[in-house]
């Protein structure tokens, strides 16, 4: 590579493409993360990409306690917000922009890898391009040489 003129930084295009590829990763993964502890509460389905048959886990025996004081028996079943025609019209409401957030995030995640992805192929592309300018360069040097030499190596003619 040759050491002077213009070049791009295709290095930290590179690096910066996998930290956006790995920011999109950590993203989704909270992502899930945050659904399925929605889910947990009964608040949702869980996340799209769990194993099938994979089950919720396990309510520790103060989660469970807890869950026993905070809801009755005769609402097992029933959304956290109630079942009532308040806690219909709010899990309306909650439904719609928790449907509306998932898959914005879920839109987000997928363009920050694209990003990613994005960056780490201009880096290939520049540094090809770069090196074949500079060998273009190079063979123009060589032949601008070459024609130098050969000038000298005429003889003049004689009059």
Same mark, same amino acid.
């Given at each position: 590579?040759?050491?002077?003129?213009?070049?791009?930084?295709?290095?930290?295009?590179?690096?910066?493409?996998?930290?956006?590829?790995?920011?999109?990763?950590?993203?989704?993964? !909270?992502?899930?993360? $945050?659904?399925?502890?929605?889910?947990?509460?009964? !608040?949702?389905?869980?996340?799209? +990409?769990?194993?099938? /048959?994979?089950?919720?886990?396990?309510?520790?025996?103060? #989660?469970?306690?807890?869950?026993?004081?905070?809801?009755?028996?005769?609402?097992?079943?029933?959304?956290?917000? /109630?079942?009532?025609?308040?806690?219909?019209?709010?899990?309306?409401? %909650?439904?719609?922009?928790?449907?509306? $957030? %998932?898959?914005? $995030?879920?839109?987000?995640?997928?363009?920050?890898?694209?990003? /990613?992805?994005?960056?780490?192929?201009?880096?290939? +592309?520049?540094?090809?391009?770069?090196?074949?300018? #500079?060998?273009? $360069?190079?063979?123009?040097?060589?032949?601008?040489?070459?024609?130098?030499?050969?000038?000298?190596?005429?003889?003049?003619?004689?009059?």
């Amino acid at each position: 590579m040759a050491s002077d003129g213009l070049r791009s930084n295709t290095e930290t295009l590179r690096t910066e493409g996998g930290n956006f590829v790995a920011l999109g990763k950590d993203f989704q993964s !909270a992502v899930n993360r $945050m659904i399925n502890g929605l889910s947990a509460l009964g !608040a949702g389905p869980p996340a799209g +990409n769990q194993p099938q /048959g994979s089950q919720p886990p396990q309510q520790s025996v103060g #989660e469970q306690f807890w869950s026993g004081l905070a809801s009755f028996d005769s609402k097992a079943g029933a959304p956290p917000w /109630g079942d009532d025609e308040i806690g219909e019209k709010f899990g309306v409401a %909650y439904e719609g922009l928790r449907d509306g $957030m %998932y898959e914005s $995030m879920g839109h987000l995640c997928s363009k920050l890898q694209e990003i /990613g992805k994005a960056l780490e192929s201009m880096a290939k +592309n520049h540094e090809a391009n770069e090196d074949f300018n #500079e060998l273009l $360069m190079k063979q123009h040097v060589r032949n601008q040489q070459a024609e130098h030499q050969a000038i000298a190596h005429l003889s003049r003619p004689h009059h």
